[in-house]
C-alpha cells in the first residue's frame, strides 16, 4: 500500500537536503579569500571523478522526509568527461547517488539513482547550463508498486559573485508509484559571506530555495492535489574541506495532506559532507 514515507526520490542536484541538495551545492568563489576548488581524481580519457559523503538527521526530498524523520546516511560518484573542445566548454558526466530511506511494509531500504548528462560552461564558468537524465530505483520494492522512475532535468545558473542564482524544470513521463506525468520547478538563491572571514580554509554562505511539484495522478503520489510548494533557508559552513549545512525547510502541506504524518512539516536539517 502507498504510503506519504514513501513519497518521493532525490539527485545530487535539488538540489533538494539531497541532495539535486544544500549538501551537494558547490559553494561560490568568495573574493577575496574563497576556499579551495573541490578534490577530484585524475580518471581516464582525461577526465575527472568525485566522490562524496554525507550524514543527515533526515532525507528530505522536495520538502518531505524519506527517511520517517531518521538519520540518513548519503554517498555519490560521479565522472566527467573533458570539454569536447576548446571552442565548446562542452562535458558530459554519468554517475551514482544513493540513500538509505524509510518506506515501512515496501520492502524498500535504499535509494540508488543513476543520472547523466551535458555540461556547458561559459563565460568564465559563471554561466552554467546542465541537461541530465536520472534514473530512479528502489531495491527490493516489488514491480507492482512501479517506485522506479525516469525524470529528465535542465538546470541553469549564473554567479553574479555578490550571489549565485539557479533555477531548473524537472520532467517525468510517469513518476514515483506510477503518478503519470510530473513537472518540478525550482529556484535558488547563494550568497556567499566574504565579510565572515576566519581564514583560507573557511567560508560561509546562505541560500533560499523555492519548489513546485506537481503531480497528474496526484492520489497515487498520496497527495490532496495536483501541486504543493516546497522551501528552504539554511547557511553552508565550508570548513577545511567539509561543508556543514542548517536549513529550515518545509511544505505547504498539512498533516492531513501528508496522510496524518510529520513528514512534511516544516522542520530543521543539519548535515556534514565532504567531497573528495
Not at 492535489?225 to 570548513?239: E, K, M, P, R, T
Request: glycine content about 10%.
Amino acid at each position: 500500500m502507498f504510503t506519504i514515507c514513501a513519497f518521493g526520490v532525490a539527485t545530487a542536484q535539488d538540489t533538494e537536503l539531497q541532495a539535486q541538495a544544500p549538501l551537494s551545492t558547490s559553494t561560490p568563489e568568495a573574493a577575496p579569500a574563497p576556499p579551495p576548488e573541490k578534490e577530484s581524481w585524475k580518471a581516464p580519457f582525461g577526465g575527472t571523478f568525485t566522490a562524496t559523503i554525507a550524514a543527515l538527521n533526515d532525507y528530505s526530498y522536495r520538502g518531505i522526509s524519506q527517511t520517517q524523520r531518521q538519520v540518513a546516511v548519503q554517498a555519490s560518484a560521479v565522472y566527467e568527461t573533458p570539454t569536447f573542445s576548446e571552442k565548446v566548454p562542452l562535458t558530459a558526466y554519468a554517475g551514482f547517488w544513493g540513500s538509505n530511506v524509510n518506506f515501512p511494509g515496501t520492502g524498500a531500504a535504499a535509494e540508488i539513482d543513476i543520472n547523466a548528462g551535458f555540461r556547458l560552461k561559459l563565460l568564465e564558468d559563471k554561466l552554467t547550463f546542465d541537461l541530465g537524465y536520472t534514473r530512479y530505483n528502489y531495491p527490493g520494492t516489488p514491480d507492482s508498486l512501479m517506485y522506479g522512475n525516469n525524470e529528465f532535468s535542465f538546470v541553469a545558473g549564473y554567479d553574479f559573485g555578490v550571489a549565485a542564482v539557479t533555477g531548473a524544470v524537472r520532467y517525468s513521463p510517469n513518476f514515483f508509484a506510477n503518478s503519470g506525468i510530473a513537472w518540478y520547478k525550482w529556484g535558488q538563491v547563494a550568497v556567499p559571506l566574504p565579510f565572515l572571514k576566519v581564514n583560507e580554509n573557511v567560508a560561509f554562505k546562505v541560500f533560499g530555495t523555492l519548489g513546485n511539484q506537481y503531480v497528474e495522478r496526484f492520489t497515487n503520489y498520496g497527495i490532496p492535489n495536483n501541486n504543493y510548494w516546497d522551501w528552504q533557508a539554511g547557511v553552508i559552513v565550508s570548513l577545511y574541506g567539509f561543508d556543514f549545512t542548517a536549513a529550515y525547510t518545509g511544505t505547504n502541506l498539512s498533516v492531513q495532506d501528508c496522510l496524518g504524518t510529520q513528514n512534511c512539516a516544516s522542520r530543521v536539517i543539519v548535515g556534514i559532507s565532504k567531497t573528495f
